[in-house]
């Protein structure tokens, strides 16, 4: 199972919006409404920021959004914050016995 | 509240084995979908193996046969067994809570195995 395909990097002034894209396949993405997106602080451990595609869990400011076309996830981050520079990294189920991850994006706020 | 704290990493030769540990509260492992997933240094995530609430266990092409996902209901911990160790396995190890919908909602702050001569 090939990692999703996500750009290495972006960025994006406090207050705008910057959206990252993930790519994958039928087998992923395309196959289910299984998609996750994970924030990683340098150092840390990964955070649950949306699941299911667009839902976000508790806490989660809905600065953070999240969308599937096809077999392409976005997530869309409003709103920039300093606190929102992080790598961010989408997954996606991809059958019983598979979970997959993408190549992670370094969100860096200017 | 839920926590996860990881064990077991270090420094350990080529071919060499290591056991890792996961240990669990504020839920039960056995009644939850557990993962360990990896980060090599400078690198992305990595799914390496899920055991699922029924017992059924499955893994990434890159470690199968090798690693052995298990669990201890009486300990409430997730384990990982890494034999026949390689440089690349080089990395920290997560253990990470499943929730239905196939994503991860904890984390615990991972272990590092680093793999050299």
């Known amino acids: 199972q090939s990692a999703l395909t996500q750009p290495p990097s972006a960025s994006g002034s406090p207050g705008q919006s910057v959206t990252i894209s993930c790519t994958g396949t039928s087998s992923d993405i395309g196959g289910y409404k299984y998609v996750s997106w994970y924030q990683q602080h340098p150092g840390k451990a990964p955070k649950l920021m949306i699941y299911?595609?667009?839902k976000r869990p508790s806490g989660v400011p809905d600065r953070f959004s999240g969308s599937k076309s096809g077999n392409t996830a976005s997530l869309t981050v409003s709103g920039l914050q300093a606190e929102d520079e992080a790598d961010y990294y989408c997954?996606?189920?991809?059958?019983?016995?598979?979970?997959?991850f993408g190549t992670g994006t370094r969100v860096t706020v200017l | 509240e839920v926590q996860l704290v990881e064990s077991g990493g270090g420094l350990i030769q080529p071919g060499g084995s290591l056991r890792l540990s996961c240990a669990a509260s504020g839920f039960t492992v056995s009644s939850n979908y557990m993962s360990w997933v990896r980060q090599a240094p400078g690198k992305g995530l990595e799914w390496v193996s899920v055991?699922?609430?029924?017992?059924?266990?499955y893994y990434a092409d890159s470690v199968k046969g090798r690693f052995t996902i298990s669990r201890d209901s009486s300990e409430n911990t997730l384990y990982l067994q890494l034999n026949g160790l390689r440089v690349e396995d080089t990395a920290v190890y997560y253990c990470?809570?499943?929730?239905?919908?196939?994503?991860?909602?904890?984390w615990g702050q991972g272990t590092l195995v680093t793999v050299s001569s």
């Open positions: 055991i699922y609430s029924g017992g059924s266990t």
């Open positions: 997954s996606s189920y991809a059958g019983t016995d598979n979970y997959v």
């Open positions: 990470a809570k499943g929730r239905p919908g196939y994503h991860f909602d904890y």
């Open positions: 299911e595609v667009t």
